[in-house]
């Protein structure tokens, strides 16, 4: 069974710092693109960042960029998101998403930043 | 504002078929043939219902079907269910740029 467990997640003050984890079970973790997908309270879906298989190649969304980086560790099957200099519209449930094309197959139970101002 | 325009909500009855538009540009849906759509219940994590705008992973009902017409994709419930009172997100690959477009996300009720 697919299994993709995200923590981290927390109350942070504006300006503050919060590392995200994903944990993979249940499928070849390091055949897979990952992404890190969020919602904020009460709306849609927004692509964060993506990154390939090796970690060669890195993407993100424009209003992290700078901000966020992401990262994974195929040797413990893991993704991660650091997250700098927090704003309140960075609020939202956090998923990691398990990508084999052009969509996400695969999706953690999410964990919820609040960035406080 | 979302990238993807998809109406707010979309009702129909048991047994009924409704159809949910998810309208972007030609940047990103009229593009490519890389459109998905997610199922969300309240609370949960999106679930992947099809992908590559007309391909169903399996497990997944035959009662979902997908389409794309330039610009615009659709998303077809058939013989509505009440289990599939939920919400419904498309999204489309945009490019080397913008990468992942999500729509607004459709509330499907079944009255």
């Known amino acids: 069974e697919v299994q993709l467990v995200e923590s981290g997640g927390g109350l942070v003050q504006r300006g503050g710092s919060l590392r995200l984890s994903c944990a993979a079970s249940?499928?070849?973790?390091?055949?897979?693109?990952m992404s890190w997908v969020r919602q904020a309270p009460g709306k849609g879906l927004e692509w964060v960042a993506n990154i390939k298989q090796d970690g060669s190649e890195k993407y993100y969304v424009d209003s992290v960029k700078g901000r966020f980086t992401i990262s994974r560790d195929n040797a413990k099957n893991s993704l991660y998101l650091q997250m700098n200099s927090l704003r309140a519209e960075d609020t939202a449930v956090y998923y990691c998403?398990?990508?084999?094309?052009?969509?996400?197959?695969?999706w953690g139970q999410g964990t919820l930043v609040t960035v406080s101002s | 504002q979302s990238a993807l325009t998809q109406p707010a909500s979309v009702s129909g009855s048991p047994g009924q078929s409704i159809t949910i538009s998810c309208t972007g540009t030609?940047?990103?849906?009229?593009?490519?043939?890389?459109v998905s759509w997610y199922q969300q219940h309240p609370g949960r994590a999106p679930k992947l219902i099809i992908y590559d705008v007309s391909n169903r992973p399996s497990g997944v009902s035959n009662r979902f079907s997908g389409s794309k017409s330039c610009n615009t994709a659709s998303l077809t419930i058939s013989g509505l269910q009440a289990g599939d009172e939920a919400d419904y997100y498309c999204s489309s690959y945009a490019g080397s740029s913008t990468h992942w477009v999500f729509g607004g996300g459709t509330k499907v009720t079944v009255l």
């Open positions: 249940g499928f070849t973790f390091s055949s897979y693109w």
């Open positions: 030609s940047s990103d849906v009229g593009s490519y043939n890389y």
């Open positions: 998403a398990g990508q084999s094309g052009h969509y996400f197959d695969y």
